[in-house]
């Protein structure tokens, strides 16, 4: 059973011929309608993540104040660096230092303490690479006696590091001593004594 022409154009709206006309027109409405719907889409997307970009970034900059804020305005350590005062021919039982800034310590061969605290100090000495007896170092203080001891075996090392956290007094001394005397090497990687304060309880 086939429809009639007048069925067919009954139904599909087409009265006098220009039903094509129609159908076309709904169609470019429809195209329209999406390309519209796909660009305010695209917007939206686009609005979106400017927002929370824009959003983001004062976050971050206000956490970087804070942490700012939180961390310590460039508060120095207070460090003491004592580098050789003697000639690398010098054969050197008591050792002297030249003080780069006196803060909480001072002298040359007997270094003085200004300030009661804590310190850290640390210590190296390297002795000159033809001495091959043993050798003891030791960083004193006058009232704490022995604060540290190290040996240099001389058929096999050349050089000692030592450190040691500790309390000092005020006027106390801290003197650094080679046994038995010897050539020590003055460069300021080879040869230095530091002293950092950790507190002042």
Request: aromatic share 8%; glycine share 8%.
């Amino acid at each position: 059973m086939s429809l009639s022409a007048d069925y067919w154009s009954d139904k599909t709206g087409d009265r006098g011929g220009g039903g094509g006309v129609a159908l076309a027109h709904q169609r470019r409405l429809i195209r329209g309608l999406l390309v519209w719907a796909t660009l305010l889409t695209l917007g939206l997307a686009t609005s979106i993540t400017l927002h929370f970009i824009h959003r983001e970034s004062p976050a971050t900059s206000k956490q970087q104040d804070q942490e700012k804020f939180d961390q310590p305005q460039h508060k120095e350590i207070p460090l003491m660096e004592f580098s050789p005062n003697w000639k690398d021919s010098d054969m050197v039982e008591k050792l002297q230092w030249k003080t780069v800034r006196e803060v909480f310590i001072k002298g040359q061969e007997q270094l003085l303490v200004n300030e009661f605290g804590q310190y850290f100090l640390y210590l190296q000495v390297t002795l000159a690479s033809h001495e091959k007896a043993n050798h003891t170092i030791t960083l004193e203080s006058k009232q704490r006696r022995v604060i540290l001891k190290g040996l240099i075996n001389g058929s096999k090392l050349s050089t000692v590091f030592m450190a040691k956290g500790i309390s000092l007094a005020s006027g106390d001394t801290l003197t650094v001593t080679c046994q038995p005397r010897a050539k020590i090497q003055i460069s300021h990687t080879e040869t230095y004594l530091g002293v950092i304060k950790i507190n002042s309880t």
